[in-house]
């Protein structure tokens, strides 16, 4: 079933309290220095398509060591820039796509990162994830970004019904409160990745199983299942 707007509102409130923001905890991508500049943005939020955190952070570690600019991926050999970000997911798709986003940010922006989703969804190797993440952390325009652990997670919930990542993006940004969706895809993309995994999800961790349809529906089954590693500790005051 739908959720109504007071229920929503409730998970969010849950998954505020529960878990940290980004810049409130010790999340790798942050204390990596993948957010530190407006390049190192872009470049690693394209890299991470279908990759493992972890993986994406050893790659961009690599190239960010040699470059810091667009004009200095352009520099690099196309073998170059592949043994670089050889721990990605099709790294050999990506060195190309990388290449051809940072000659048309050159050649369209004159260097600098578009600023509308129109623009930035234009880019080679950029889409609506990419997008809606790089508009939330460099032009404070708040979007729910959806990957596979956050569309898992709410339509297990039944916060949305959907089918692709795209529709669950919209849906997600048409229904979030305002509030909330600055750090929804933090709190989401945690839960997704903790407690509401793929296969069978860890609902006797789950701190949301009261507002959870996929809970509701096979409580018999999963309830109390196993033992369960406990959830993440929000801290009190952002460090």
Same mark, same amino acid.
């Not at 849950?14 to 204390?31: N, Q």
């Not at 997008?131 to 916060?159: C, K, P």
């Not at 229904?175 to 069978?200: D, N, S």
């Not at 309830?223 to 460090?239: D, N, S």
């Given at each position: ?20 923001? =980004? $810049? +409130? ?5 942050? *204390? ?9 943005? &872009? /470049?690693? #939020? ?92 460099? =032009? $404070? +325009? ?5 990957? *596979? ?9 039944? &916060? /949305?019904? #959907? ?77």
């Amino acid at each position: 079933m739908m959720h109504d707007q007071a229920t929503i509102t409730r998970v969010y409130e849950v998954l505020k309290d529960t878990y940290p923001t =980004f $810049d +409130e905890g010790d999340d790798e991508w942050m *204390t990596s220095g993948m957010s530190d500049t407006p390049f190192r943005v &872009i /470049v690693a #939020t394209a890299l991470s398509t279908v990759t493992h955190s972890k993986r994406v952070i050893r790659a961009c570690t690599a190239l960010f060591a040699e470059v810091s600019t667009f004009e200095g991926i352009l520099a690099l050999t196309d073998d170059e820039l592949r043994e670089l970000i050889r721990p990605v997911a099709h790294y050999n798709m990506k060195t190309l796509s990388l290449k051809k986003m940072s000659q048309q940010i050159m050649d369209r922006h004159d260097g600098q990162i578009p600023n509308t989703h129109d623009e930035l969804m234009a880019l080679a190797g950029i889409g609506r994830k990419c997008t809606d993440i790089v508009m939330t952390t460099l =032009f $404070d +325009e708040s979007s729910v970004a959806v990957d *596979t652990h956050v569309h898992r997670a709410v339509n297990r919930l039944g &916060i /949305v019904h #959907t089918t692709t990542h795209v529709a669950t993006a919209d849906a997600l940004n048409r229904i979030t409160p305002f509030e909330y969706k600055r750090h929804a895809h933090e709190w989401l993309i945690q839960h997704g990745g903790k407690v509401c995994v793929a296969g069978t999800p860890k609902c006797g961790a789950c701190p949301l199983t009261d507002y959870c349809d996929y809970f509701q529906k096979t409580r018999q089954s999963v309830h109390g299942a196993t033992a369960q590693p406990e959830l993440p500790t929000k801290p009190r005051t952002k460090k």
